[in-house]
Structure formats: C-alpha cells, structure tokens
C-alpha cells in the first residue's frame, strides 16, 4: 500500500475503499462502516487486515456525510471521496467513527507515530481536528433534537 502525504485520502487504501463504497447500496455502506469501526478497536489482533490510514480514511468519509460536511471540511473532502459517503447518517454511526478517530489518535499506532506525533499541528492533525469537530456538532445537535 502506497501513502503519499498526511491527508485522510493520500494512500492507496484509501482510494480503494472510495472505490469499494461507491460500488454499494447505502445500506451495504452503513454494513461496512461498521465493520471497520468494530475492527478498528481490534487493530492488534492477528485476524484483523486494516491499516490504520484505512481507518483514518472512514471516519473522514463519515464526516463528509454529515449534511455541510464536505462544506466545513473544505479541502479535505474531495470530489472523488465524494462518491463513499452514507446518504442519511446516523449518529451511531458518526459517534463509532469519533471512537474510531480517538483510538487511532495515540502514541503507539501506526498512523499517529507517522504522521502526528513529529508534527502535532501538521495537515494530518489538522485534517484530524477538523474531521472530529464536523462528527461532535453533528452528535450533539442530532442528541439535543432526540432530547427536545
């Protein structure tokens, strides 16, 4: 798998699973996403094939699929990444993909030694702050309308 730079979308595993989403029914993408945040908290486990970039990369489609996401990510989302997002989100869905983005935020994983922890203000941090600020105004205006 080829990384080129510290955006969410900068690797090869992360245009294949745009490419791998945009060939599912939203239901089917909903499926999958799940599965990738159910296997995101098991990283260190031998029968789970992930990279943590994959991860990095679902989250942040999550968070272009929130209504204005794309909008408020501005760079981040691009139009390619466009055809993987979830038409209807829900907030579980966008709370797994904070817990998700929050696990592979530590020292010790993979994509936070490459592209975090040298450079805590750098684009992956960043694009990473900007992604959680997206899904945590989406979870907490959807929780406060459940609430009213």
């Given at each position: 798998?080829?990384?080129?730079?510290?955006?969410?979308?900068?690797?090869?595993?992360?245009?294949?699973?745009?490419?791998?989403?945009?060939?599912?029914?939203?239901?089917?993408?909903?499926?999958?996403?799940?599965?990738?945040?159910?296997?995101?908290?098991?990283?260190?486990?031998?029968?789970?094939?992930?990279?943590?970039s994959d991860v990095i990369a679902a989250v942040a489609?999550?968070?272009?699929?929130?209504?204005?996401?794309?909008?408020?990510?501005?760079?981040?989302?691009?139009?390619?990444?466009?055809?993987?997002?979830?038409a209807g989100l829900d907030p579980q869905l966008a709370?797994?993909?904070?817990?998700?983005?929050?696990?592979?935020?530590?020292?010790?994983?993979?994509?936070?030694?490459?592209?975090?922890?040298?450079?805590?203000?750098?684009?992956?941090a960043q694009s990473a702050q900007a992604v959680t600020?997206?899904?945590?105004?989406?979870?907490?205006?959807?929780?406060?309308?459940?609430?009213?």
């Open positions: 798998m080829g990384t080129w730079g510290p955006g969410p979308f900068d690797s090869d595993g992360a245009r294949d699973l745009i490419d791998f989403m945009a060939q599912r029914s939203p239901d089917e993408r909903r499926h999958a996403f799940h599965g990738i945040f159910a296997d995101a908290m098991r990283l260190s486990d031998d029968d789970v094939d992930l990279h943590p489609l999550i968070a272009m699929s929130v209504p204005g996401g794309p909008e408020q990510l501005g760079e981040i989302a691009t139009e390619k990444a466009a055809a993987g997002i979830v709370t797994e993909a904070l817990v998700a983005l929050a696990a592979m935020s530590v020292p010790g994983n993979d994509w936070y030694d490459t592209w975090i922890e040298d450079d805590p203000e750098g684009e992956a600020e997206v899904l945590r105004v989406f979870v907490s205006e959807s929780d406060g309308r459940r609430a009213g």
